[in-house]
C-alpha cells in the first residue's frame, strides 16, 4: 500500500504501460485507444486500498474486524471457563472422595469399637486375691493377701 510508482505512459492499443521495448500484442478485433500520459507517483489507502489523494479519509463501510476481535475475546472466554469449569469439577470429586474416605474410616473405627471385648494385650487369668477362696493359691497377690491377713491384729476370718 503506500506510494507507488508506474510508468508514465500507457499504450493505446493493449493499455500497458510502455517501456523502452514494449512490444504491443493485442486481441484482433479490439478498437485501437488513445495513448494516455498517466501521473508516475499515486497514493493508495492502507486501509481501503484505493487510489486517494494525500488528504484522503476513507470510512470503513464494515465490522468485520470488531465482530473479528468479539470472536476471539468470546472464544477465550469461553476457553477460560472450560478451565475453570474443570478445576473445579476436579476439586468437588477430590473432596466427595476424600468425604467418602473420611466416612469409612470412622465406619470402621465405630465398628472395631463395638467388637472390641478384650485388650489388645492377654492378661491371662485373672482374678482377685480379695475374693479367692483357696488359702494355699501359689499367685503371689494371693500369698501376699492371706499373709497380710492373718499379721492383720482385726478380727478378720483368717486369724
Not at 31 to 44: D, G, I, L
Not at 122 to 145: I, L, M
Request: overall charge positive; some cysteine.
Amino acid at each position: 500500500m503506500g506510494l507507488k510508482l508506474r510508468g508514465v505512459i500507457r499504450c493505446g492499443r493493449c493499455g500497458k504501460p510502455r517501456g523502452i521495448r514494449h512490444t504491443c500484442v493485442r486481441r484482433i478485433g479490439r478498437k485501437s485507444r488513445a495513448h494516455k500520459v498517466q501521473n508516475p507517483v499515486t497514493w493508495e489507502c492502507p486501509a481501503c486500498g484505493k487510489p486517494r489523494g494525500l488528504r484522503h479519509t476513507c470510512s470503513v463501510r464494515t465490522d468485520f474486524r470488531a465482530r473479528k476481535r468479539q470472536q476471539a475475546t468470546r472464544r477465550k472466554q469461553d476457553e477460560r471457563r472450560r478451565r475453570r469449569q474443570a478445576a473445579a469439577g476436579r476439586r468437588r470429586e477430590r473432596r466427595r472422595q476424600a468425604a467418602a474416605e473420611r466416612r469409612a474410616r470412622d465406619r470402621e473405627r465405630k465398628r472395631s469399637a463395638r467388637t472390641r471385648t478384650s485388650s489388645p494385650r492377654p492378661r491371662g487369668d485373672r482374678h482377685e486375691p480379695g475374693t479367692c477362696g483357696d488359702r494355699d493359691c501359689q499367685k503371689y497377690a494371693c500369698r501376699a493377701y492371706w499373709q497380710g491377713m492373718a499379721d492383720c491384729p482385726g478380727p478378720h476370718d483368717g486369724g
